[in-house]
């Protein structure tokens, strides 16, 4: 009988220490690794300085296209030059962030 009675208050005590609540988003940590976060940032920096190499009209045009979502016809009017322009500045600014970034791909250890 008491091996019986030691089971279920062994059971009990299980259950009530496996009770867990959820915990608020507020309190929730950060999914990504230092590492991942290490190269969001070497990216960041990487996109800004491709950025910096562009002549200003084509810079702000994708800014303002890819990174703010304005419609070409915004631009052209914010800018003060043709729609037109404006697509072929969008154009050849993301080919040139093309060729300035290459293919990104952050070095990794082998083991992984």
């Known amino acids: 009988m008491r091996i019986a ?26 999914n990504d690794s230092p590492a991942r976060d290490a ?4 990216l960041r920096s990487r996109i800004q300085r491709a950025l910096a190499t ?10 303002l296209f890819d990174l703010e979502g304005y419609p070409h016809a915004e631009i052209a009017e914010a800018l003060g030059i043709p729609e037109g322009t404006v697509r072929s500045d969008v154009f050849h600014a993301r080919r040139k962030l093309r060729e300035a970034l290459g293919v990104y791909a952050p070095a990794r250890d082998e083991e992984e």
Request: hydrophobic share 30%.
């Open 54 to 63: 562009l002549p200003e009209r084509q810079r702000a045009a994708i800014t």
């Open 5 to 30: 009675t030691n089971a279920g208050i062994d059971l009990l005590r299980r259950r009530t220490v496996r009770r867990t609540e959820a915990l608020d988003e507020a309190y929730a940590g950060n």
């Open 39 to 42: 190269e969001r940032s070497e």
